[in-house]
């Protein structure tokens, strides 16, 4: 990791582009491997068309050329009048299209010729379930057309999209290394509002301790008490008003174990002059002393 916060920024912004321009290639190349050529398509719906024939029991008349109505859609059509049974369409088109590893969802419709109307459809697809209505329904002879629309399926492989988050995540390591903890360990504070407190400066408002080489940060608790200590100096500090102040008036109910554990964080904070002392009242609270 600190190998890449001491990378320019220009080399890292530049490989991390180039990575993902890989990564964006690489996701259409795959995508574009899965596509079934339209030439096998053909020839599978032909097949389809002829078993359906068969089972019709004609095996004389013949499946006319494939075409294609759209970019997903294409359309079987027959030589001579036939006679169809709707179960016979479904296990046909599952069993055929599984076999030669066509798109395993799509929308199958039977029209007639003449007014170009659908008489039987199904569709298969794992997303909103499969329809299969009429099942075992009998057809009369007549000119049918059976139209395919293979649904299209979304081509972003989001598995390889997540890839992208390693570039994104070196910029954002660099951009925090870079800038975030000068932040951090600087904190702005009004440098004229402050309590001296032996050798720190206490920036009540900002939350903040400074001395000449360090800048400890409080949190909000520990501010309001030790205000009240540094208002308070060399006077004891009831438990009940550290309670009441920093918990209760904002509707909190706490023990007095509560500002035992507030005391000892501020001790540690504060431990580095050594003239600074939290003094424990038993059975009354606290005198903050600075010698």
Known sequence: MKYFARMKPFTLIGSSALLIILLIFAVAFISSQHETPEKHVEVVLRNLGHQLLLAANDSTSRVLPIKKTGESTYQVSFQQDFRLISDTLI?????????NALPTEYIVSLKNCKQNET?????????????KGCRGRKLEVG?????????????????WLLLLIVPLSLVGLYVKNKFGKKDAKEPVVDTTDYIQLGSFRFYADNNVLKTENDTITLSEKETKALKIFAENSNQIVEREQLMKEIWEDKGLVVISRNVDVLVSKLRKKLSGDSSIKFINVPGRGYKFVVE
């Open 91 to 99: 296990n046909l088109v599952q069993r055929t299209f599984k076999k």
């Open 119 to 131: 008489v039987f459809a199904f569709e298969i697809n794992s997303h909103t379930g499969d329809l």
């Open 143 to 159: 000119c049918y057309i059976v139209e395919i629309d293979f649904l299209k399926k979304d081509p972003s492989n989001f598995s």
